[in-house]
């Protein structure tokens, strides 16, 4: 049988150097998640379609993965975490005390149509902070995604602040049915504004110029957009939604998130938003890099307490393709170093090999004949290897070691007994 060897499409197969890269930035966010008090949640891949298929929004939902397993279940690959967090926080978290802060790392999978950047499986690093309704937890969130960034070197990225609660709360008061409401949404994220607009007007006449005017508030300046909706004539929740957004984006250019941003004419695909909603993007690519915000409802629709939550997860596959775009480098290069072995495994050469890891080196042990030293040489170089070591029986008996520079092609016989030396020599010149 011939099996066929690409990956389905929107599924790719990585190798280095960008599957180092990915491990890379997990690895950088798991730290920073870590630093800031968040602690990481695994969950299952395979979700039952209800799950998800309450809240997602049309085009998530249109786009799942969904079929039956053997005993007619509908099960769906995850489209995204948040709804599988809620879901576990229910089961395990309710009596903790709050706020639960979580994070995770991991896959997830939308059959959408493939194109650079939009894959149907792809890495998404997120937190969810359960349990605080105040601008403290939406802020902190901005503050974890500007120490990620810094931490892993990507610069000159815009948060885009928004809010989906006034609108909601707009719907609401003029008698919008939920479901209708999550349809309005979905036509403002999708830019189909036309459409979302007769919708409103079947239900008020004079709704239609102020969701039109809220849409129209966009600016950098906390003053600015104070100022813009100071022409409006609203009702007090409204403005209160509308402060909470400016104290966002007051606090965040205060504490140097990005080029943040309010634009109310925005919204989210996923319809579990309640409030400040969020979208990172970098003048590179067209599409976000990362989103989040507020889901205050979540946890009651899914037949729990009332309980705020507010998150964010970021694209990694698309950080990714801006940095590659960018020229970035990994930043952590280790040395690396081939142990080439003319003799089988043996105490010394684990010795020796242990001696180099824990000095922070890569050592790759290749066990070979004489004849094939030159083929593992060329391929170590190829393979942008530093340094090889030779142990043979020879330097056993003698207790050295000869270390070529592969660049530069200088060789050494160093001693075995005074190992330490020689690695914190080598180090240094590889610097
Ligand atoms: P989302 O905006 O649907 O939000 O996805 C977050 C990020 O995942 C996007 O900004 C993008 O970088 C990346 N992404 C989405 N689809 C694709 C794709 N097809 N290919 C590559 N990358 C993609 C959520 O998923 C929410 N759960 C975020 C959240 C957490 N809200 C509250 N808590």
């Known amino acids: 049988m011939k099996i066929r060897l690409d990956p389905l499409r929107g599924m790719r197969d990585l190798v280095a150097p960008e599957s180092e890269e990915l491990y890379y930035l997990k690895k950088k966010f798991s730290e920073v998640a870590t ?15 209800d799950l998800f298929s309450i809240k ?6 249109n786009s799942m993965y969904v079929f039956s397993d053997k005993r007619g279940r509908q099960v769906c690959l995850r489209p995204e975490f948040t709804a599988g967090v809620a879901r576990a926080y229910l089961r395990l978290m309710r009596d903790k005390p709050k706020p639960i802060k979580l994070y995770y790392i991991g896959q997830a999978f939308r059959y959408e149509e493939p194109q650079a950047g939009r894959y149907r499986e792809f890495f998404q690093a997120g937190v969810e902070y359960l349990g605080d309704p ?12 500007r120490d990620y960034y810094k931490m892993v070197g990507l610069d000159n990225y815009k948060v885009k602040i928004g809010n989906i609660g006034i609108y909601r709360h707009l ?7 939920e479901e209708t409401q999550d349809l309005i949404i979905h036509y403002l994220d999708k830019k189909e504004v036309e459409k979302a607009l007769s919708l409103v007007r079947e239900y008020s006449a004079s709704g239609q110029t102020l969701i039109e005017e809220l849409m129209s508030i966009s600016s950098s300046e906390p003053e600015e957009v104070k100022e813009q909706v100071s022409r409006l004539r609203l009702d007090s929740k409204s403005l209160e939604e509308l402060e909470r957004t400016i104290k966002i984006l007051e606090l965040s250019k205060k504490l140097g998130v990005g080029n943040s941003y309010v634009d109310l004419g925005f919204a989210r695909g996923l319809a579990y938003y309640t409030g400040f909603i969020f979208e990172v993007t970098v003048p590179d690519v067209t599409f976000s890099i990362g989103g989040g915000g507020r889901y205050d409802k979540l946890i009651s629709l899914y037949g729990g ?10 694209g990694l596959d698309r950080m990714l393709l801006v940095l590659d775009n960018r020229g970035w480098q990994l930043p952590e290069k280790k040395v690396k170093v081939v142990l080439i072995a003319l003799v089988n495994y043996t105490v010394e050469v684990d010795q020796v090999a242990t001696a180099f890891r824990n000095a922070g080196c890569v050592v790759d042990v290749r066990v070979v004949t004489k004849k094939k030293v030159g083929e593992v040489l060329g391929d170590a170089v190829e393979r942008g290897y530093e340094y090889a070591v030779f142990l043979g029986e020879k330097e056993i008996r003698e207790g050295t070691l000869t270390i070529k520079n592969l660049r530069e092609k200088a060789q050494k016989t160093v001693k075995t007994d005074n190992l330490e030396e020689v690695l914190y020599e080598l180090l240094r010149e590889s610097k």
């Not at 997602?56 to 939902?61: A, H, L, M, T």
């Not at 719907?171 to 049915?177: K, T």
């Open 35 to 49: 630093r800031y008090g968040y602690e990481p949640i695994i969950l299952p891949t395979l979700e039952l379609f």
């Open 171 to 177: 719907f609401s008061v003029w008698g919008i049915p």
């Open 305 to 314: 307490e009332d309980l705020p939550a507010t998150g964010f997860a970021l």
């Open 56 to 61: 997602s929004g049309p085009e998530i939902k």
């Open 134 to 145: 105040s601008i403290n937890a939406d802020i902190e969130l901005l503050l974890l995604i």
